[in-house]
């Protein structure tokens, strides 16, 4: 699932930004199928949303953890070592779990995926289309298992349990693009493959479906 729009086009002397195929702009013409809609994510809107959601991520996670067993954070201090662990989790550690695991639902899914990275951004993305509840899977995947695993980790390692947390919230802050598409997703007909393309994804329908999607 991508974050932001990427180049298809390589330069002479400039460093592919991606690992395997570069993500699509068009979707492919599939038998039988016809493109119903393409549907955008805004990077702009989408940081700004994720930004301001943190709060409430915070507040989540710190009382889910506090309901399976952990204790309750009222109040930290922070450190310049925190300072640089938490810059490592938020830039480093958080992206690359998070794609990973992208990754592997997409192969789960049948796909092969690819990925890569520009400023402010990583994505993983793959070239073939896939249905309905495959690219839910894939695009809820990171917010899911990462928090699944995270929550329960907080909750037993008292003294990295702040660290946790952080990496929980940072997580699903970034994770707004994959919640936003995958609201959009839900809204389209069951029968529906789904392209995922550099600014969002397009939704390809039956030739002649009497199915109605919302647009």
Same mark, same amino acid.
């Given at each position: 699932?991508?974050?932001?729009? #990427?180049?298809?086009?390589?330069?002479?002397?400039?460093?592919?930004?991606?690992?395997?195929?570069? =993500?699509?702009?068009?979707?492919?013409?599939?038998?039988?199928?016809?493109?119903?809609?393409?549907?955008?994510?805004?990077?702009?809107?989408? #940081?700004?949303?994720?930004?301001? &959601?943190?709060? @409430?991520?915070?507040?989540?996670?710190?009382? *889910?953890?506090?309901?399976? !067993?952990?204790?309750?954070?009222?109040? @930290? *201090?922070?450190?310049?070592?925190?300072?640089?662990?938490?810059?490592?989790?938020? %830039?480093?550690?958080?992206?690359?779990?998070?794609?990973?695991?992208?990754?592997?639902?997409?192969?789960?899914? !049948?796909?092969?995926?690819?990925?890569? /990275?520009?400023?402010?951004?990583?994505?993983?993305?793959?070239?073939? =289309? $896939?249905?309905?509840?495959?690219? %839910?899977? /894939?695009?809820?995947?990171? &917010? /899911?298992?990462?928090?699944?695993?995270?929550? =329960?980790?907080?909750?037993?390692?008292?003294?990295?349990?702040?660290?946790?947390?952080?990496?929980?919230?940072?997580?699903?802050?970034?994770? $707004? !693009?994959?919640?936003?598409? #995958?609201?959009?997703?839900? &809204?389209? =007909?069951?029968?529906?493959? @789904? $392209?995922?393309?550099?600014?969002?994804?397009?939704?390809?329908?039956?030739?002649?479906?009497?199915?109605?999607?919302?647009?």
């Amino acid at each position: 699932m991508e974050r932001g729009e #990427s180049t298809t086009t390589k330069r002479r002397g400039q460093i592919r930004p991606w690992i395997g195929d570069p =993500p699509r702009t068009t979707p492919p013409d599939v038998d039988g199928y016809e493109i119903r809609s393409h549907q955008r994510f805004n990077m702009v809107q989408g #940081s700004i949303a994720g930004m301001v &959601l943190i709060p @409430f991520w915070w507040v989540f996670f710190t009382v *889910t953890v506090g309901l399976v !067993g952990g204790r309750y954070i009222s109040e @930290f *201090t922070v450190t310049f070592s925190d300072i640089l662990i938490g810059t490592v989790i938020a %830039l480093v550690l958080v992206p690359l779990l998070h794609e990973a695991v992208h990754g592997i639902a997409a192969m789960l899914a !049948g796909v092969r995926p690819s990925y890569g /990275i520009g400023p402010g951004f990583a994505y993983t993305t793959f070239p073939d =289309p $896939v249905p309905k509840r495959a690219y %839910l899977m /894939i695009g809820l995947a990171p &917010l /899911i298992v990462l928090s699944a695993i995270g929550l =329960p980790l907080a909750a037993i390692w008292d003294g990295g349990a702040g660290l946790v947390l952080f990496f929980l919230v940072v997580n699903a802050a970034g994770a $707004v !693009g994959d919640l936003w598409m #995958s609201w959009r997703i839900a &809204l389209q =007909p069951p029968d529906a493959l @789904f $392209v995922d393309l550099a600014d969002g994804f397009a939704v390809l329908v039956p030739t002649q479906t009497t199915t109605t999607a919302v647009d």
